[in-house]
């Protein structure tokens, strides 16, 4: 390893290694920087979103679904297997080696583009210039012409509950329990909350969440979130809204939580407590006092619409920036930084960003809600139609849910698309791909879609827009 470099990435998530293969890809000598290692203390580069969020998360939340099946499902499909056992420790393996396999890949990706990686933590000195600190060996000096931040961010810390492991835990030590708690408490009922709570319901836990806000899920858009709070609650998802948690004590093993509702202060006892309260960016330390690289109140970098910080020729991308902390947000930022330091000229208008929460039913939804329109004037239409009139969804025994198209009342274009239902996750790119390109409500509706599909759903909510919904009267919607 040795410099200078064209590029220096601090950060191999998915923001930070989409952007060193992409400037490597565009002939520029790329070094990127990053700490996550495994068991075996070899590198694991990805951060958080596949040594410890996105991809074990999901790993777990499939064979969650799959157990539930097997227990409860599979007997109305005339499929009998008999006596179903968990062994959550062969699930746990499995979750490993999805992880392994897909950081490996990266790190494999790396070599073949001619990345170069450096496992240990880099501090921005300045332009150009970053202390390494390597987990072997002692610090030193490295220099390229553009520095990309791409550090990512942490779960967000609760006074009122410190962690505590094994008992108080954040989100990554509730995606490794070595066995299935009888009560689990989890502080937050958003994205991560409500993840890691559906996981551990199924596999046999009871299941709190305390929620300090009134409103369920309030970034999602009212009727989603509604039918959302419907659906958890016959899962056997116990969400307290208004529950603001004061403190928590271990006490014989077991972690007592105080809260207040309304005007009572009420407590319950645990054998777990997840702490998911949401995350915060990962910049402590990431540059040193003389750097004076320009934070907020809230320790994210202050970048411009391009990306580019206060300082020359050093970039920040990811959590670690303005904007939802979304794994496909901070990839889309990596390229775009890449392609500017290359000297192209990449697309300036903002990206539609999808979102997703990976429950059964999936939720789903891009742009503007209908509150959100309403707040701004704008007329709108609005098309819906439910996952109860699809034949795929009857099919595969999954009906509940809804997809809702919003288009502006004069011009057509979508403005908003809300869902919740079966594979949402896979449902949304349809219409985010028509809202990037500036399409229609009408252009939808226009596009022939595969019969039987749950896509047609979202057809369906298309040809509402204008009245013209086939398979289910209006007022039945």
């Known amino acids: 390893m040795s410099g ?34 495994d068991e075996q203390g070899m590198a694991s580069p990805g951060g958080t979103c596949l040594n410890a969020g ?26 009998d297997v008999g006596q179903v056992r968990l062994d959550l420790d062969a699930m746990m393996q499995r979750k490993a080696r999805v992880v392994a396999t897909l950081t490996q890949g990266v790190a494999a990706l790396f070599q073949a583009h001619g990345v170069e990686l450096a496992t240990g933590r880099g501090q921005l000195l300045g332009p150009g210039q970053v202390l390494f600190h ?35 835990v954040d989100s990554a030590g509730a995606l490794a329990f070595d066995q299935v708690p009888r009560r689990l408490g989890i502080i937050g009922a958003g994205v991560i909350g409500l993840e890691l709570g ?56 077991r972690v007592e939580v105080r809260y207040q509702q309304g005007e009572e202060t009420l407590s319950e006892r645990f054998d777990r407590l997840v702490v998911a309260v949401g995350r915060r960016p990962n910049s402590h330390g990431l540059a040193a006092d003389e750097a004076r690289l320009l934070l907020d109140e809230w320790g994210f970098v202050h970048v411009d619409e391009h990306c ?30 890449a392609e500017r330091i290359a000297g192209r000229a990449p697309a300036t208008e903002a990206p539609v960003i999808p979102n997703v929460i990976y429950t059964l039913p999936e939720i789903a939804w891009a742009g503007r809600t209908e509150e959100q329109l309403q707040k701004d004037g704008v007329d709108y239409r609005a098309g819906r139609f439910p996952f109860a009139a699809n034949g795929r969804a009857r099919a595969i025994g999954l009906t509940e849910g809804v997809v809702k198209l919003l288009a502006d009342a004069r011009t057509d274009r979508i ?31 226009l596009t022939v879609f595969a019969h039987p599909t749950l896509s047609e759903a979202v057809h369906e909510a298309a040809l509402d827009v204008a009245g013209q919904a086939i398979h289910v009267a209006r007022g039945k919607r």
């Open 4 to 37: 200078p470099y064209d590029v220096l990435v601090i950060g191999a998530g998915p923001a930070g290694y989409v952007a060193a293969i992409r400037c490597a890809q565009l002939g520029l000598r790329t070094l990127c920087i990053d700490d996550w290692v």
């Open 415 to 445: 403005l908003g698309v809300h869902m919740i239902g079966p594979q949402c996750s896979e449902l949304i790119a349809t219409v985010t791909t028509a809202m990037s390109y500036e399409g229609s409500a009408e252009d939808l509706a």
């Open 134 to 168: 390597p987990r072997k060996g002692r610090p030193r000096q490295l220099e390229a012409r553009h520095l990309v931040l791409a550090t990512g961010s942490v779960p967000a810390e609760l006074p009122v509950a410190p962690l505590q492991p094994p008992w108080v």
């Open 308 to 337: 580019r910080t206060n300082l020359p020729n050093v970039w920040a991308i990811g959590d670690l920036v303005r904007g939802p902390m979304l794994a496909h947000k901070g990839a889309e930022e990596g390229v775009r930084v």
């Open 54 to 79: 996105c991809i074990p998360s999901k790993a777990l939340l499939e064979s969650s679904e799959l157990y539930v099946m097997a227990r409860a499902r599979c007997a109305e499909h005339g499929i």
């Open 198 to 253: 559906s996981v551990w319901r199924r596999l046999g836990a009871e299941v709190v969440l305390l929620e300090a806000q009134d409103r369920f899920l309030p970034m999602v858009d009212v009727q989603v979130a509604r039918a959302a709070l419907k659906a958890f609650g016959r899962q056997g998802l116990d969400i307290r809204l208004g529950a603001r948690v004061l403190g928590c004590a271990v006490r014989r093993k």
